[in-house]
């Protein structure tokens, strides 16, 4: 697929919101990815926590990332519905985004997937689940 080529070349130009957010490409394949992002004083909310919506954001470019591995030339994607539950939140430091595709069917597909701290200690910070529709690009 054009996209996975492109992530592969250049992550930044592939997708402008991965540049935007400092996303880095740590692996993707076989309806997995694993995507990194380092919290910035900017991220933050008005009381010093990462704002919300960017675990739900990070999330689900990772399960998106996840189920473009497993299309065929001509497929696109359009996410759903997502939900996110958030266990902790974070100030500072890297969180590491994974997502993996449950199911994937004719039209509709199931992911998963999860932010964790990337200080080695793997606490999961938010859970997230999520259908996508499997649609023509053409």
Request: charged content about 25%; glycine content about 12%.
């Amino acid at each position: 697929m054009e996209y996975l080529k492109r992530l592969k070349e250049d992550s930044d130009q592939a997708n402008p919101f991965f540049k935007m957010m400092g996303v880095s490409v740590i692996s993707f394949g076989e309806g997995r990815s694993e995507l990194s992002m380092d919290v910035q004083p900017k991220m933050q909310n008005g009381v010093g926590w990462l704002q919300g919506g960017l675990f739900v954001a990070l999330a689900d470019e990772a399960m998106a990332l996840a189920l473009y591995t497993l299309l065929t030339e001509g497929e696109g994607i359009a996410t759903i519905s997502e939900s996110t539950s958030f266990m902790r939140g974070v100030r500072d430091g890297t969180i590491i985004a994974r997502g993996w595709v449950i199911r994937r069917g004719r039209r509709v597909a199931f992911l998963e997937g999860e932010v964790r701290r990337g200080d080695g200690s793997e606490e999961l910070l938010a859970r997230t689940t999520a259908s996508f529709a499997i649609v023509s690009s053409h």
